[in-house]
C-alpha cells in the first residue's frame, strides 16, 4: 500500500506521486537545459515536455495493461480511467522516441538524434529521482535478505500475510543509483566532447542502462511478463535489445570507417558468447535462488565485458577529430 502524504477531505495526496511528479520535473528541467544549450528549437523544446508526458502516460498505461491485464475490468477501462491502476517505466522510453518524432514530422525541429540525446540524459536524472517512489510502497524489490538490513541494498516491506517486517533487496535503489551514474557520466562526456555524432549518447544510455536492467529487473518479485509465456521479462528482453542494437549500429559504422578487418569476427563472436552466458545465468538463477550473488555477479560482468567491448567499436570507429576535448 503507497503512504499518504496529505488528506483533505476527500482527496488524497500519496508520497510516491510527489516524488513521481517531482522525477517529472526534474528530467524536464534537464531536457529545456541540454537541448536549448545545444541550440535547439524553443518552440519544440517547451512542446516536447507535454506531449511526452501525454504519450508517455497512454504508452506506461498500455505496457502495464498487457502484462497486468487481470488489474483491470478491460482494455478500455485501462486506457481511459487513471485513477488506479499501474504504469511500466517502458511506456516512458517510448512516449519519448514517438514525442521526437512527432515533432520532427510536423517540423517544429530538423534533428531527432539530438532531441533524443537531450530527452536520453535528461530521463536518466528522471529515473534516479523517481525510482526512489518505491521507498513509500512495496514495489520493485527482491528476494528475502538475512544479514542486509539498511539501504542502499536492502528495505524493510511487510508481509501481508504473517504482518512480519521482512528486509528485502532494493532494486529500486540500486536502479536509482545506476541511472544517477549514467546521468554524470553522460553529462560529463557531453561537456567535454567537442564534436560527437548526433543521437550516440542515446544509444549509449539505452545500452548500458538496457544491460543494467537485464541483471536488475531479474531480482524483482514483480517484474513485467510476456503474456505468451508468463515468465519472460518484458524488460529483460527489451534491455537485451537495446544492447543488440548498439552493438549493430556502431560495428555497422566501424566496417563503414575501417572497412571489413579479421579481427572483428573473434570480436563479434565474444560478445556473442558473453551474452550467452548472461542469458546461461538467468536461467541458473531461476532454478538456483541460493546462489543468486554467484549468478548476478557473473551476468554483471559478463553485461559489463559487452557494454565495454561495444564502446570500444565506437570509438575505434569514431573519427580522432570526433573525440577531441575542449581547450
Same mark, same amino acid.
Given at each position: 500500500?503507497?503512504?499518504?502524504? *496529505?488528506?483533505?477531505?476527500?482527496?488524497?495526496?500519496?508520497?510516491?506521486?510527489?516524488? #513521481?511528479?517531482?522525477?517529472?520535473?526534474?528530467? /524536464?528541467?534537464? +531536457?529545456? @537545459?541540454?537541448?536549448?544549450?545545444?541550440?535547439? =528549437?524553443?518552440?519544440?523544446?517547451?512542446? /516536447?515536455?507535454?506531449?511526452?508526458?501525454?504519450?508517455?502516460? *497512454?504508452?506506461?498505461?498500455?505496457?502495464?495493461?498487457?502484462?497486468?491485464?487481470?488489474?483491470?475490468?478491460?482494455?478500455?477501462?485501462?486506457?481511459?480511467?487513471?485513477?488506479?491502476?499501474?504504469?511500466? #517505466?517502458?511506456?516512458?522510453?517510448? %512516449?519519448?522516441?514517438?514525442?521526437?518524432?512527432? #515533432?520532427?514530422?510536423?517540423?517544429?525541429?530538423?534533428?531527432?538524434?539530438?532531441?533524443?540525446?537531450?530527452?536520453?540524459?535528461?530521463?536518466?536524472?528522471?529515473?534516479?529521482? %523517481?525510482?526512489?517512489?518505491?521507498?513509500?510502497?512495496?514495489?520493485?524489490?527482491?528476494?528475502?535478505?538475512?544479514?542486509?538490513? @539498511?539501504?542502499?541494498?536492502?528495505?524493510? !516491506?511487510?508481509?501481508?500475510? =504473517?504482518?512480519?517486517?521482512?528486509? $528485502?533487496?532494493?532494486?529500486?535503489?540500486?536502479?536509482?543509483?545506476?541511472?544517477? %551514474?549514467?546521468?554524470?557520466?553522460?553529462?560529463?562526456?557531453? $561537456? $567535454?566532447?567537442?564534436?560527437?555524432?548526433?543521437?550516440?549518447?542515446?544509444?549509449?544510455?539505452?545500452?548500458?542502462?538496457?544491460?543494467?536492467?537485464? !541483471?536488475?529487473?531479474?531480482?524483482?518479485?514483480?517484474?513485467?511478463?510476456?503474456?505468451?509465456?508468463?515468465?519472460? =521479462?518484458?524488460?529483460?528482453?527489451?534491455?537485451?535489445?537495446?544492447?543488440?542494437?548498439?552493438?549493430?549500429?556502431?560495428?555497422?559504422?566501424?566496417?563503414?570507417?575501417?572497412? +571489413?578487418? +579479421?579481427?572483428?569476427?573473434?570480436?563479434?563472436?565474444?560478445?556473442?558468447?558473453?551474452?550467452? %552466458?548472461?542469458?546461461?545465468?538467468?536461467?541458473? *538463477?531461476?532454478?538456483?535462488?541460493?546462489?543468486?550473488?554467484? /549468478?548476478?555477479?557473473?551476468?554483471?560482468?559478463?553485461?559489463?565485458?559487452? !557494454?565495454?567491448?561495444?564502446?570500444?567499436?565506437?570509438?575505434?570507429?569514431?573519427?580522432?577529430?570526433?573525440?577531441?576535448?575542449?581547450?
Amino acid at each position: 500500500m503507497d503512504a499518504i502524504a *496529505v488528506i483533505d477531505g476527500r482527496t488524497v495526496i500519496y508520497w510516491n506521486g510527489i516524488v #513521481l511528479t517531482l522525477a517529472a520535473c526534474v528530467a /524536464a528541467c534537464f +531536457f529545456l @537545459s541540454f537541448y536549448l544549450g545545444r541550440g535547439g =528549437s524553443v518552440a519544440a523544446g517547451f512542446a /516536447a515536455i507535454p506531449t511526452a508526458m501525454v504519450l508517455s502516460l *497512454v504508452c506506461a498505461r498500455f505496457f502495464h495493461w498487457y502484462s497486468r491485464a487481470d488489474s483491470y475490468s478491460g482494455f478500455l477501462d485501462a486506457m481511459t480511467n487513471y485513477r488506479s491502476g499501474g504504469y511500466a #517505466l517502458t511506456g516512458v522510453f517510448l %512516449g519519448c522516441v514517438l514525442t521526437a518524432l512527432l #515533432l520532427r514530422l510536423i517540423r517544429l525541429h530538423r534533428n531527432t538524434p539530438m532531441m533524443l540525446d537531450c530527452m536520453s540524459m535528461a530521463g536518466a536524472a528522471g529515473i534516479a529521482v %523517481g525510482r526512489l517512489a518505491s521507498l513509500f510502497n512495496s514495489s520493485d524489490r527482491g528476494q528475502i535478505l538475512s544479514s542486509l538490513k @539498511s539501504l542502499p541494498f536492502a528495505w524493510p !516491506v511487510t508481509n501481508a500475510v =504473517s504482518g512480519q517486517t521482512e528486509y $528485502r533487496l532494493a532494486t529500486f535503489m540500486i536502479q536509482s543509483m545506476v541511472a544517477a %551514474g549514467l546521468f554524470a557520466a553522460l553529462t560529463v562526456y557531453d $561537456r $567535454r566532447t567537442r564534436r560527437r555524432r548526433d543521437g550516440d549518447i542515446c544509444l549509449i544510455f539505452l545500452m548500458c542502462y538496457g544491460a543494467s536492467q537485464v !541483471v536488475l529487473d531479474s531480482t524483482r518479485y514483480d517484474s513485467l511478463f510476456f503474456r505468451s509465456n508468463g515468465f519472460v =521479462s518484458v524488460v529483460q528482453v527489451l534491455g537485451a535489445l537495446a544492447v543488440v542494437l548498439a552493438i549493430v549500429v556502431f560495428s555497422r559504422r566501424l566496417i563503414r570507417t575501417r572497412g +571489413f578487418r +579479421f579481427w572483428c569476427v573473434p570480436v563479434w563472436l565474444l560478445m556473442a558468447a558473453l551474452i550467452g %552466458g548472461a542469458g546461461y545465468m538467468e536461467y541458473y *538463477v531461476q532454478r538456483r535462488g541460493n546462489e543468486a550473488v554467484f /549468478a548476478y555477479s557473473v551476468m554483471s560482468a559478463c553485461l559489463a565485458a559487452v !557494454v565495454g567491448l561495444t564502446l570500444l567499436v565506437r570509438w575505434l570507429a569514431t573519427p580522432r577529430t570526433e573525440t577531441a576535448e575542449e581547450p
